[in-house]
């Protein structure tokens, strides 16, 4: 079951949780920020691939918030705390994205042959990450900001009340993995993230047609000064 995001206004930002209707607007956030494959693909084809990356992290997490001001959606963190994932058909999430590949098929066959090499390297890379993410019980999946509205704090505050649920549902490492090419994977240092591990990134390599590095990033909640609760 899902933890449900408190409803709170900060300033002028509001928090409330994901809805399927965000889904369209997550997907153009999330696009611009990882514009991969730009020029190379049909504007569609984007549009799909980023929906699909989002309905596919939002399979693996049991905390999923939006970030508003006024009526708009302009930033979110997915994310999965481990304490609160007991109980959830590990299956599930297995069927449920052989459907959505299986529908993304449908949508456009031409992109067969694309999609399986896509596979191969997401399963590489999947090992890569098993073999060298560190023991954790908190794990962010997905953190956007809209470049609109980005060095306002909103980042930090998504990042803040989702390691405040982790910590109050007693997790005590939270770890993260993502690459040097187009995130703004500092951020992360400046909260506190530690760099636990690095290698070459095989997804992101494939997406971008060019070598990048992933990095494991691990926070001691036991340490860290997140805040207890959602504020
Ligand atoms: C990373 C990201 C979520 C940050 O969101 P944001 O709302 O702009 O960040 P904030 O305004 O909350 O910044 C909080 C702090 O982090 C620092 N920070 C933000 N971006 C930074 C960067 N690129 N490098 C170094 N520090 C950064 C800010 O200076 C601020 O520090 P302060 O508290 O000392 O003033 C946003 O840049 C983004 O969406 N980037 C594209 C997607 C991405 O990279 N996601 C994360 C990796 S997958």
Not at 32 to 60: C, D, H, Q, V
Not at 77 to 84: D, H, N, V, W, Y
Not at 108 to 121: C, H, K, T, V, Y
Not at 192 to 218: E, H, L, M, Q, W
């Amino acid at each position: 079951m899902n933890i449900e995001a408190p409803s709170s206004a900060h300033g002028d930002v509001a928090f409330r949780s994901y809805r399927p209707s965000d889904l369209t607007v997550c997907g153009r956030i999330a696009k611009e920020a990882f514009p991969y494959g730009r020029g190379s693909e049909r504007e569609n084809s984007s549009k799909w691939t980023m929906e699909g990356y989002i309905e596919s992290s939002l399979l693996y997490s049991t905390w999923s918030e939006v970030a508003c001001v006024g009526d708009e959606v302009v930033g979110f963190l997915f994310g999965r705390i481990e304490k609160t994932w007991k109980g959830r058909n590990r299956f599930r999430p297995l069927i449920t994205e052989l459907a959505m590949t299986a529908r993304f098929l449908l949508r456009d066959p031409l992109m067969l042959a694309r999609s399986l090499g896509l596979m191969w390297n997401v399963w590489i890379t999947e090992a890569k990450l098993a073999e060298h993410r560190p023991e954790s019980d908190a794990e962010i999946e997905l953190l956007i900001v809209d470049s609109r509205h980005r060095g306002k704090g909103i980042g930090k505050q998504l990042v803040d009340r989702f390691l405040g649920a982790a910590k109050n549902a007693g997790a005590r490492v939270a770890t993260l993995y993502t690459e040097d090419l187009q995130s703004n994977y500092r951020f992360y240092e400046s909260y506190g993230f530690k760099r636990v591990a690095t290698f070459y990134d095989d997804v992101t390599s494939y997406f971008a047609g060019k070598p990048s590095t992933a990095i494991i990033y691990a926070l001691d909640l036991k340490r860290s000064e997140a805040p207890e609760r959602p504020r």
